[in-house]
T-cell receptor, first 110, second 114 residues
Framework: SQQGEEDPQALSIQEGENATMNCSYKTSINNLQWYRQNSGRGLVHLILIRSNEREKHSGRLRVTLDTSKKSSSLLITASRAADTASYFCATETSGSRLTFGEGTQLTVNP | EAGVVQSPRYKIIEKKQPVAFWCNPI?????LYWYLQNLGQGPELLIR????????DSQLPKDRFSAERLKGVDSTLKIQPAELGDSAVYLC????????????FGEGSRLTVL
């Protein structure tokens, strides 16, 4: 069963624009992570935000976490064609289980 | 440093046949995961190992799926017999701590059952 739900399911933007993806979850978490998956490849870890953190940055990535609303967002600024991929949020709950959402398919058009 | 290695990358079999997937995690990573990923969906955990011990296998369909991690290093996931619905990508991942943090994934093994 999936704990997280990403929104939107698909997103298409032009190069240089910002892309925002949202993730909602159901139960209390220890941390929330975002991963990227290029077509036909494995997942690559992007960023981890702990339950006591509200915002985190890594290069062109900005992640926010609102535990009261049980939601997170991933912002990619100044997107590039190479950012085209599926993006998944994953929540770690008690017992150290990491559960992934359904993902957002991002297409960045050159 | 070598990443997580999985084999085979692709496997096509007929239903009712057995199939096995192999995973070699990153050296020194004690925690190993097997995930199943259906097309267009997120990965779903099948089993998690801490060294040789399966600490979370509640989502592994034990009637036909089995896994082992002898000596706490590489791991094998087996399906016997395979069904049409088992067609999916089987992902292996490893991490340095059972308190999670970053998971490192292999490229996956894509199974097609005819």
């Amino acid at each position: 069963s999936q704990q997280g739900e990403e929104d939107p399911q698909a997103l298409s933007i032009q190069e240089g624009e910002n892309a925002t993806m949202n993730c909602s979850y159901k139960t209390s978490i220890n941390n929330l992570q975002w991963y990227r998956q290029n077509s036909g490849r494995g997942l690559v870890h992007l960023i981890l935000i702990r339950s006591n953190e509200r915002e985190k940055h890594s290069g062109r990535l900005r992640v926010t976490l609102d535990t009261s609303k049980k939601s997170s967002s991933l912002l990619i600024t100044a997107s590039r064609a190479a950012d085209t991929a599926s993006y998944f949020c994953a929540t770690e709950t008690s017992g150290s289980r990491l559960t992934f959402g359904e993902g957002t398919q991002l297409t960045v058009n050159p | 440093e070598a990443g997580v290695v999985q084999s085979p990358r692709y496997k096509i079999i007929e239903k009712k046949q057995p199939v096995a997937f192999w995973c070699n995690p990153i050296s020194g990573h004690n925690t190993l995961y097997w995930y199943l990923q259906n097309l267009g969906q997120g990965p779903e955990l099948l089993i998690r190992y801490e060294n040789e011990e399966a600490v979370d296998d509640s989502q592994l369909p034990k009637d036909r799926f089995s896994a082992e991690r002898l000596k706490g290093v590489d791991s094998t996931l087996k399906i016997q017999p395979a069904e049409l619905g088992d067609s999916a990508v089987y992902l292996c991942a490893s991490s340095s701590s059972r308190f999670t943090g970053e998971l490192f994934f292999g490229e996956g093994s894509r199974l097609t059952v005819l």
